[in-house]
């Protein structure tokens, strides 16, 4: 087999947690999310007990069942969708993401401070190179057809209202013309200047919509080119 999805259970409290692992089953290995790696130093190791729920021939397989487990059996100690790479804070709590996002920006801003001008801009180069071009999955993925299933009875249990149609319409037409002029507009987000959205973006681990909603809200402004 390639590898294993498995289950860690607090004995005290009953929290679970759900990974996976490449190789053969190893009782003593627990995972290594944050949040179990909390509850692991405050309960004791011998309070958790893991089991190895199922086996997969590939990575693919095994990336996909543990979205499927995740998503699932709702474990609590889990903050990632799982599967290979998106969002890590997915499933996170708002107080362990403001902790996180603060740490992050902290770190950001030591880093800017200390880089010259030129750094900056070569910074902000090498992020801009390295989305040019990028896929959105690895060179030969596939989804299974376990979860292109999924994926088609989500869109098909989604209905739109006319009149959403509408405004979406509208705002696509509204936005024509504008995008590519934001992502290159440097935008400056808690006193630190990046290079525009898609740049921020990558650099502070969200999504573009989220720098956008930042915005929208007033927490991050465009800056003129100097």
Request: positive net charge; charged residues 30%; proline residues 2%.
């Amino acid at each position: 087999m390639f590898g294993y999805i498995y289950e860690t259970t607090n004995l005290v409290n009953g929290k679970t947690y759900i990974g996976k692992k490449k190789g053969d089953f190893d009782s003593t290995y627990y995972g290594s999310g944050t949040i179990l790696q909390r509850a692991l130093e405050k309960y004791g190791k011998e309070n958790f007990e893991v089991i190895m729920l199922s086996v997969y021939d590939t990575e693919h397989e095994l990336n996909d069942a543990e979205v499927m487990f995740i998503e699932t059996r709702n474990p609590t100690y889990n903050i990632a969708k799982g599967g290979e790479g998106g969002d890590t804070l997915a499933r996170a709590d708002e107080e362990y993401k403001r902790e996180i996002v603060a740490k992050r920006n902290q770190g950001l801003k030591n880093a800017w401070s200390n880089c010259s001008e030129e750094q900056r801009k070569q910074w902000g180069e090498n992020i801009s190179k390295s989305k040019k071009g990028k896929a959105t999955l690895p060179d030969g993925y596939r989804h299974s057809e376990e979860v292109k299933q999924r994926i088609r009875e989500s869109n098909r249990n989604v209905t739109k209202s006319d009149e959403w149609k509408k405004n979406h319409a509208n705002a696509m037409k509204s936005r024509r013309g504008k995008s590519l002029v934001n992502r290159q507009t440097p935008v400056e987000i808690d006193e630190v200047v990046y290079p525009g959205v898609i740049a921020a973006a990558t650099a502070l681990n969200v999504s573009r919509q989220a720098i956008n909603r930042w915005i929208k809200k007033g927490k991050a402004k465009y800056v003129k080119k100097q």
